[in-house]
């Protein structure tokens, strides 16, 4: 379902538990709270389209609901959310977007960046679900891998909606290609999400 071209190292999960998961849970509040702004901006720089308002603003909330419940998960284990860090994943993928051309290939771009980025989520929450020891974590993960691939095919049906299928999924693939050569060159890292 979620297309993505080459999966995650299965030592990550591993590497998750031993590294403490408090690292991997800084991070994701973290991305949580960065999904939640790429939305809002989106929003922000296409108000004039109403379809792109009316589908991302109950994805703004959500996404800020996850980003609560992530810090709430850190409380139970008498964590605190720490300091943000530099994610080279994400920084590259939007890198990649296009920031010349129209502004709806730049909306397009926009669009599947937040595509890919809930895509590589939702894959690694399934190995968080499946891996973790800890019950609460996994049910926790779990509901929330059913969100992200909810997320993932909503930026690309919108994408869809401005542009026809053939073309957004042409370039969907050049995104599917450029992250994965991208994993390639990435650290396995246990203390980040992506």
Same mark, same amino acid.
């Given at each position: 379902?979620?297309?993505?071209?080459?999966?995650?190292?299965?030592?990550?999960?591993?590497?998750?538990?031993? #590294? #403490?998961? =408090?690292?991997?849970?800084?991070?994701? &509040?973290?991305?949580? /709270?960065? &999904? &939640?702004? &790429? !939305?809002?901006?989106?929003?922000?720089?296409?108000? =004039?389209?109403?379809?792109?308002?009316?589908?991302?603003?109950?994805?703004?909330?959500?996404?800020w609901e996850h980003f609560e419940r992530v810090v709430k998960q850190l409380r139970k284990r008498g964590l605190s959310l720490g300091r943000m860090r530099k994610d080279e994943y994400v920084n590259a993928i939007v890198k990649f977007a296009r920031k010349g051309g129209?502004?709806?290939? /730049?909306?397009?771009?926009?669009?599947?960046? !937040?595509?890919?980025?809930?895509?590589? !989520?939702?894959?690694?929450?399934?190995?968080?679900?499946?891996?973790?020891?800890?019950?609460?974590?996994?049910?926790?993960?779990?509901?929330?891998?059913?969100?992200?691939?909810?997320?993932?095919?909503?930026?690309?049906?919108?994408?869809?909606?401005?542009?026809?299928?053939?073309?957004?999924?042409?370039?969907? /693939?050049?995104?599917?290609?450029?992250?994965?050569?991208?994993?390639?060159?990435?650290?396995?890292?246990?203390?980040?999400?992506?």
């Amino acid at each position: 379902m979620l297309h993505l071209k080459l999966p995650t190292d299965p030592r990550w999960v591993n590497m998750v538990e031993k #590294n #403490n998961i =408090e690292e991997i849970l800084v991070d994701h &509040a973290y991305c949580e /709270q960065k &999904a &939640a702004t &790429a !939305s809002m901006s989106i929003i922000v720089n296409y108000p =004039e389209l109403d379809d792109v308002v009316d589908t991302l603003m109950p994805i703004v909330a959500e996404e800020w609901e996850h980003f609560e419940r992530v810090v709430k998960q850190l409380r139970k284990r008498g964590l605190s959310l720490g300091r943000m860090r530099k994610d080279e994943y994400v920084n590259a993928i939007v890198k990649f977007a296009r920031k010349g051309g129209s502004r709806i290939d /730049q909306l397009i771009d926009k669009l599947l960046v !937040s595509a890919l980025i809930e895509a590589r !989520s939702c894959e690694r929450f399934k190995l968080l679900w499946k891996g973790l020891d800890d019950k609460e974590l996994q049910d926790f993960y779990y509901e929330l891998m059913i969100s992200e691939a909810g997320h993932y095919v909503t930026f690309i049906d919108l994408a869809r909606k401005f542009k026809s299928r053939e073309e957004v999924d042409v370039r969907w /693939q050049e995104f599917l290609k450029f992250e994965a050569e991208l994993l390639k060159t990435l650290d396995v890292r246990g203390d980040r999400m992506h």
